[in-house]
């Protein structure tokens, strides 16, 4: 099977400006997860859809939002960047259970 | 106190030599632990899944888990330079659906 998929891969945009990413989880596999990962915070979940739903939101501020298509793939937007969102982006999808598989990340780079 | 922690490293071990790493978690209604590895650069790679207290092994890797003491380590044993990376433990809740709560990582060196 192919793995979890990410595009763009890397990014660069200036504060104010919004950006979206994009996931295509592995075949067959219907829950997707963000996480943000910084050198200074470590790996953070944003949120996770399964089934074109928000079934869990971590806590980061609203201009970080997503969504889930029918087929699966899922987007996030961050609007109104800011230098701090500066991160590499990073998606796992999952089957029913719990075990999540990572795609290569989009790293975003805010100037 | 951190929800996941690990030590920071990094832990140098020369090759073929056994490698231990640790995990500690503050919330016992912790049920579902895992360990990731990542290559600097790189997004990280499953490795092993535990979710019962002992032992669980898969090729070198050793994942043991004691949630009495709230512990989840992973030994590496005949550890290569190729296992030079930083490992990463992360746990499930319960209360929390699937999302994934990451220690900060350890990272491994091994020496040739």
């Known amino acids: 099977k192919a793995g979890v998929t990410q595009t763009p891969r890397y990014l660069i945009k200036t504060r104010g400006q919004q950006v979206t990413l994009s996931c295509s989880p592995i075949?067959?596999?219907?829950?997707v997860s963000w996480y943000q990962q910084t050198p200074g915070q470590g790996l953070q979940f944003l949120f996770e859809?399964?089934?074109?739903?928000?079934?869990n939101k971590g806590n980061f501020p609203g201009r970080f939002s997503g969504r889930q298509f029918s087929n699966s793939r899922s987007e996030m937007n961050v609007s109104t960047l800011e230098l701090g969102d500066s991160a590499l982006y990073l998606c796992?999808?999952?089957?029913?259970?719990?075990?999540?598989?990572f795609g290569p990340g989009t790293r975003l780079t805010v100037l | 106190q951190k929800e996941v922690e690990q030590n920071s490293g990094p832990l140098s071990v020369p090759e073929g030599a056994i490698a231990s790493l640790n995990c500690t978690y503050s919330?016992?209604?912790?049920?579902?632990f895992f360990w990731y590895r990542q290559y600097s650069g790189k997004s990280p790679e499953l490795i092993m899944s535990?979710?019962?207290?002992g032992d669980k092994e898969d090729g070198r890797f050793t994942a043991q888990l004691n949630k009495a003491s709230q512990y989840v380590s992973l030994l590496i044993r005949d550890s290569q330079p190729s296992d030079s990376a930083t490992y990463l433990c992360?746990?499930?809740?319960?209360?929390?659906?699937?999302?994934?709560?990451f220690g900060t990582g350890t990272r491994l060196a091994v020496r040739p």
């Open positions: 535990i979710y019962s207290n």
């Open positions: 992360a746990v499930i809740k319960k209360s929390s659906g699937d999302k994934l709560t």
């Open positions: 796992a999808s999952s089957p029913i259970g719990d075990t999540q598989y």
């Open positions: 919330d016992r209604g912790s049920q579902s």
């Open positions: 075949s067959g596999h219907r829950s």
């Open positions: 859809y399964f089934s074109e739903t928000q079934r």
